[in-house]
């Protein structure tokens, strides 16, 4: 009878611990950011704003929406390892929080999705040891019938417990009244884009 009530117990310790675990997942605590807050938009040309102008970028409508600094450091053409290279230069800025948007051209190149997944991971640690939290965003893959979820995105945010964005870019690429091209938004698809992460970091209670 001991030994049974001592395998209960046991057993109720660890559905605790489980539930505990995932709502604690669920939530991914964030550091609330205050009105001074300084954002880093960090990304290829889907931060950059190509598609339009400039001061319809994503990171344009963020900042006119919010009343917050949002840096745009996009740059058209760059691999994930470019940006790897470039990031800790805009680091020293201290930002608060950094979007990471970045991968595009690793899969239209059809670069390894294994280095793609490192490079990132590199990138979301060098974010973090700079003390800003971290908002992912989810770069849809390219093939021959559309544009799929690609797994990595969300493999990062769940073993590095990060806030994610995984459905406004696909969102985006499956609708042609969304696009400038093939690929890239226009003005409405990166004002859409800005509205989704403002409205995900108001949610996540990240933003004022």
């Known amino acids: 009878m001991n030994k049974i009530n001592s395998m209960t117990i046991i057993i109720v310790v660890f559905l605790i611990i489980a539930i505990f675990t995932k709502e604690s997942?669920?939530?991914?605590?964030?550091?609330a950011l205050e009105n001074n807050t300084v954002i880093l938009a960090f990304g290829d040309s889907l931060t950059y704003g190509f598609g339009t102008s400039k001061e319809f970028s994503y990171p344009s409508v963020m900042?006119?929406?919010?009343?917050?600094?949002?840096?745009?450091?996009?740059?058209?053409?760059?691999?994930?390892?470019?940006?790897?290279?470039?990031?800790?230069?805009f680091l020293e800025q201290n930002p608060d929080l950094v979007i990471l948007c970045h991968g595009a051209n690793?899969?239209?190149?059809n670069l390894s999705k294994e280095k793609l997944k490192e490079n990132l991971f590199q990138m979301i640690n060098l974010?973090?040891?700079?003390?800003?939290e971290v908002l992912l965003v989810s770069v849809p893959n390219v093939?021959?019938?559309?544009?799929?979820?690609?797994?990595?995105?969300?493999?990062?945010?769940?073993?590095?417990?990060?806030?994610?964005?995984?459905?406004?870019?696909?969102?985006?690429?499956?609708?042609?009244?969304?696009?400038?091209?093939?690929?890239?938004?226009?003005?409405?698809?990166?004002?859409i884009m800005a509205n989704s992460f403002i409205k995900?970091?108001?949610?996540k209670k990240v933003i004022p």
Not at 25 to 31: G, N, T, V, Y
Not at 75 to 87: K, P
Not at 127 to 132: F, L, N
């Open 127 to 132: 974010i973090k040891d700079s003390g800003a």
């Open 25 to 31: 997942k669920d939530e991914i605590p964030q550091k």
């Open 143 to 191: 093939n021959i019938i559309g544009f799929a979820n690609l797994s990595i995105y969300n493999e990062l945010a769940n073993e590095n417990n990060l806030l994610i964005e995984d459905n406004v870019i696909r969102y985006i690429e499956l609708k042609r009244s969304l696009k400038s091209d093939f690929i890239h938004p226009n003005k409405k698809g990166y004002k």
């Open 106 to 109: 690793d899969i239209i190149q």
């Open 63 to 89: 900042q006119k929406n919010t009343g917050l600094k949002v840096i745009n450091a996009g740059v058209n053409g760059e691999t994930s390892l470019e940006g790897l290279a470039r990031l800790p230069k």
């Open 200 to 203: 995900l970091l108001k949610e």
